[in-house]
Every structure is written in C-alpha cells, then in structure tokens.
C-alpha cells in the first residue's frame, strides 16, 4: 500500500503511538476522523476506543489504536 499527504502523516503518528494509540487532543490535526476513515477504507484495522475528557469544554473524544502489523519500506520527507 502507498499512502501520501495527511494519510500517510496519520499513519506515521499511529505506528508512533503503538499500542496506546493517539488522540486528536495530544496530536493536533485538522480532520483526524477523515484520515483514519481514509485508512480503514484502504484495509488498515484503526480502533476507536471512545474516552471522556473534562475541564472547561468536557466532553469525549476518540483514541485511535492501529492494529494492523505495519512495516514502512520506503519513506519520502516532503
């Protein structure tokens, strides 16, 4: 598989995160549901496990956890 653009900067911050997983809280990013929804299409497995946060906009928010085994062959900076 080839992924380029914000997917492949998504999936780069997934196989970071390993089994803890990333949320959009720690890791910043305009559409992360978009891009995770990109790479399940593609047949990557990303669980959701859907955790509550508080403080003044309380609320709840997804940690997405890649749990397909991935190997990065070859990798081009921009």
Do not use: C, N
């Amino acid at each position: 598989m080839v992924f380029d653009g914000r997917e492949a900067w998504a999936l780069a911050r997934l196989i970071e995160a390993g089994d803890k997983g990333i949320t959009p809280l720690e890791r910043p990013a305009p559409r992360w549901s978009a891009y995770v929804f990109k790479l399940r299409q593609a047949g990557l497995a990303i669980e959701t496990i859907h955790q509550a946060h508080l403080g003044p906009f309380a609320g709840h928010h997804g940690r997405y956890v890649l749990r397909t085994p991935v190997r990065v062959l070859h990798e081009v900076a921009a």
